[in-house]
């Protein structure tokens, strides 16, 4: 374990366009849109590999992984490994050199990216009455480049309701332990020797807001937990984090190291958009991509992203046979692709703070609780509330605010993903269908009431000057519904397009080793195939999912 990453230039604090991506318009809706970094590209260009084997059909690599996020890069690095195997790695953003991203992609006081990193999708409104924008990384390190840093894992329940032979917590716990440099921690427990960084947050490393609120919390009966990663995590504290030195350490950085992309049987081509799958008598061949070239490959992964991976099935003719013929896609496999979207929603209780009293801002991100609603079934954590400095300031009287986030973790709601067109430039229609379920509904105002139970809780209540969201005015649960029905976002964790299964399990489109069912040589691996939503955010168990894929690959 070393700390020898570099410090990362003119570290910033706090940043306008910042927290508008992850906050949005807290007192009005819409979220504002984030400005273009001065310091990124206008846009990523076609890599030299491109230009040496793109359109290139009668030459075959081996492997052809399709994005180079949370799965890919993993998928990429351990499947090189082997020096036999040629891999190339499509990624649609930017190739940027390991140590070598601008300050917008690794200052992890800034989340969510610039229009340069990400792809722009926004979702449909539902009972929710208002778009949210989706936000997913476009570049070498996926939406790892760009969230908040969180490294913690599913819980054990987590998994155990996923109820697949092989994918239980203790089959899980070596590639969990494979992907981690942490620390501290119980060597049991913990990997001290994998890629990626994980730095356990002390009370020390937070800001003084953040340390008011664990205060706070205590007061009001919960416990503190010093490793969230732990056997019993029903309390608060700070985030265990794969942040180094002021880095968000993406998986482009911890994973496709110089070493790495240095390997002869490794290609990586940035700037490559892919259109779909090509088949030959039910067996994937390659892609084409969105410019008409194609590549040949003997086996093709989809590592996307659980939007990208799932439009790039259904443009192949994998999906619902309706939906299919809608667009007049050739069906090549029926299967229920896009049809069992998973997100947590995600409620800003919102406060203008005092500022004689908050303090420093950095880091943004920095405690949460992790508890259970009333109506919480098998065990489940249902509920973060996470203290967070990513706030509008000019939408505070006082010039300085915080959130209180609340956040469903295991929600009943089902959204779907659909094609708007065959255009692989066109974003898919995504319905999160946020708050469908009544009981979501009335767990997420368990979520709020607990939130402003701790606002209201010394030594938290010591900075407030005043709630902003929902508002002295919001008193009823109607009254919050409609607060929540105006300004709620999402957590970013969307999952489960593409699930896995046996072949006979209706809702399945892959197995448990992410093979498509009924075709070969494809795959899918990154949080698509997740039978259900975690309880945490899903960046750490997304590259546990590829180690634990790439440790059984053949």
Same mark, same amino acid.
């Given at each position: 374990?070393?700390?020898?990453?570099?410090?990362?230039?003119?570290?910033? *604090?706090? !940043?306008?366009?910042? +927290?508008?991506?992850? $906050?949005?318009? /807290?007192?009005? =809706?819409?979220?504002? #849109? %984030?400005?273009?970094?001065?310091?990124?590209?206008?846009?990523?260009?076609?890599?030299?590999?491109?230009?040496?084997?793109?359109?290139?059909?009668?030459?075959?690599?081996?492997?052809?992984?399709?994005?180079?996020?949370?799965?890919?890069?993993?998928?990429? *690095?351990? !499947?090189?490994?082997? +020096?036999?195997?040629? $891999?190339?790695? /499509?990624?649609? =953003?930017?190739?940027? #050199? %390991?140590?070598?991203?601008?300050?917008?992609?690794?200052?992890?006081?800034?989340?969510?990216?610039?229009?340069?990193?990400?792809?722009?999708?926004?979702?449909?409104?539902?009972?929710?009455?208002?778009?949210?924008?989706?936000?997913?990384?476009?570049v070498l390190g996926g939406s790892s480049a760009i969230n908040g840093a969180v490294a913690i894992r599913a819980r054990p329940q987590d998994l155990k309701n996923w109820n697949l032979p092989g994918w239980s917590y203790d089959d899980m716990l070596p590639s969990f332990r494979r992907l981690e440099s942490r620390d501290s921690g119980n060597a049991a427990l913990h990997g001290h020797a994998g890629p990626l960084p994980v730095r356990q947050l002390t009370r020390e490393d937070i800001t003084p807001m953040q340390r008011a609120f664990v205060d706070a919390t205590v007061a009001n009966g919960y416990r503190v937990i010093?490793?969230?990663?732990?056997?019993?995590?029903?309390?608060?504290?700070?985030?265990?984090?794969?942040?180094?030195?002021?880095?968000?350490?993406?998986t482009g950085i911890?994973?496709?190291?110089?070493?790495?992309?240095?390997?002869?049987?490794?290609?990586?081509?940035?700037?490559?958009?892919?259109?779909?799958?090509?088949?030959?008598?039910?067996?994937?061949?390659?892609?084409?991509?969105?410019?008409?070239?194609?590549?040949?490959?003997?086996?093709?992964?989809?590592?996307?992203?659980?939007?990208?991976?799932?439009?790039?099935?259904?443009r192949s003719g994998i999906g619902p046979g309706a939906d299919l013929r809608?667009?007049?896609?050739?069906?090549?496999?029926?299967?229920?692709?896009?049809?069992?979207?998973?997100?947590?929603?995600?409620?800003?209780n919102a406060y203008a703070a005092r500022p004689d009293k908050i303090g420093d801002q950095s880091p943004v991100i920095g405690a949460f609780l992790w508890t259970h609603s009333a109506s919480a079934q098998n065990g489940d954590l249902d509920l973060h509330v996470t203290a967070t400095h990513l706030f509008p300031h000019d939408q505070s009287p006082t010039k300085v605010g915080f959130v209180l986030a609340v956040a469903l973790t295991r929600p009943l709601s089902v959204g779907s993903l659909k094609?708007?067109?065959?255009?692989?430039?066109?974003?898919?229609?995504?319905?999160?269908?946020?708050?469908?379920?009544?009981?979501?509904?009335?767990?997420?105002?368990?979520?709020?009431?607990?939130?402003?139970?701790?606002?209201?809780?010394?030594?938290?209540?010591?900075?407030?000057?005043s709630e902003?969201?929902?508002?002295?005015?919001?008193?009823?649960?109607?009254?919050?519904?409609?607060?929540?029905?105006?300004?709620?976002?999402?957590y970013h964790h969307p999952t489960s397009t593409a699930p896995m299964g046996a072949s006979g399990d209706p809702h399945a489109v892959v197995d448990l080793d992410g093979r498509v069912h009924g075709v070969h040589g494809l795959r899918v691996v990154d949080a698509s195939i997740f039978p259900d939503a975690i309880s945490v955010a899903t960046n750490i168990t997304t590259i546990a999912t590829a180690e634990h894929i790439a440790r059984r690959y053949a």
């Amino acid at each position: 374990m070393n700390d020898d990453f570099p410090q990362h230039p003119a570290r910033r *604090t706090m !940043l306008a366009h910042s +927290a508008a991506l992850a $906050v949005g318009s /807290l007192l009005g =809706g819409e979220a504002l #849109a %984030a400005p273009a970094a001065a310091d990124a590209p206008p846009g990523p260009a076609p890599d030299a590999s491109r230009r040496r084997h793109a359109g290139d059909g009668k030459r075959t690599v081996d492997v052809l992984i399709v994005g180079g996020g949370s799965a890919g890069a993993v998928m990429a *690095t351990r !499947l090189s490994e082997k +020096a036999s195997r040629n $891999v190339l790695l /499509l990624e649609a =953003g930017h190739n940027y #050199a %390991a140590w070598d991203y601008p300050h917008v992609i690794a200052s992890s006081d800034i989340v969510g990216g610039d229009a340069a990193h990400e792809w722009g999708y926004r979702t449909q409104p539902g009972y929710i009455d208002h778009p949210i924008g989706a936000l997913r990384g476009k570049v070498l390190g996926g939406s790892s480049a760009i969230n908040g840093a969180v490294a913690i894992r599913a819980r054990p329940q987590d998994l155990k309701n996923w109820n697949l032979p092989g994918w239980s917590y203790d089959d899980m716990l070596p590639s969990f332990r494979r992907l981690e440099s942490r620390d501290s921690g119980n060597a049991a427990l913990h990997g001290h020797a994998g890629p990626l960084p994980v730095r356990q947050l002390t009370r020390e490393d937070i800001t003084p807001m953040q340390r008011a609120f664990v205060d706070a919390t205590v007061a009001n009966g919960y416990r503190v937990i010093d490793d969230f990663d732990g056997p019993d995590v029903n309390g608060v504290g700070p985030y265990s984090m794969n942040i180094v030195n002021g880095v968000r350490v993406n998986t482009g950085i911890a994973y496709l190291t110089n070493d790495v992309r240095a390997r002869k049987n490794l290609r990586i081509q940035g700037g490559t958009l892919v259109d779909r799958v090509l088949f030959d008598n039910g067996r994937a061949i390659g892609v084409k991509l969105a410019n008409g070239d194609e590549i040949h490959a003997n086996e093709v992964i989809l590592s996307a992203g659980a939007y990208g991976s799932a439009a790039i099935l259904l443009r192949s003719g994998i999906g619902p046979g309706a939906d299919l013929r809608a667009l007049s896609i050739p069906e090549v496999a029926n299967l229920p692709v896009g049809q069992r979207l998973k997100d947590h929603p995600f409620y800003y209780n919102a406060y203008a703070a005092r500022p004689d009293k908050i303090g420093d801002q950095s880091p943004v991100i920095g405690a949460f609780l992790w508890t259970h609603s009333a109506s919480a079934q098998n065990g489940d954590l249902d509920l973060h509330v996470t203290a967070t400095h990513l706030f509008p300031h000019d939408q505070s009287p006082t010039k300085v605010g915080f959130v209180l986030a609340v956040a469903l973790t295991r929600p009943l709601s089902v959204g779907s993903l659909k094609l708007a067109s065959r255009d692989p430039g066109d974003a898919p229609v995504i319905d999160l269908n946020f708050l469908g379920e009544e009981q979501d509904r009335t767990r997420l105002l368990d979520g709020i009431k607990l939130a402003r139970r701790i606002g209201r809780t010394a030594p938290l209540s010591d900075l407030i000057h005043s709630e902003l969201n929902p508002g002295p005015g919001a008193a009823t649960d109607e009254q919050i519904l409609a607060s929540v029905r105006s300004t709620v976002d999402t957590y970013h964790h969307p999952t489960s397009t593409a699930p896995m299964g046996a072949s006979g399990d209706p809702h399945a489109v892959v197995d448990l080793d992410g093979r498509v069912h009924g075709v070969h040589g494809l795959r899918v691996v990154d949080a698509s195939i997740f039978p259900d939503a975690i309880s945490v955010a899903t960046n750490i168990t997304t590259i546990a999912t590829a180690e634990h894929i790439a440790r059984r690959y053949a």
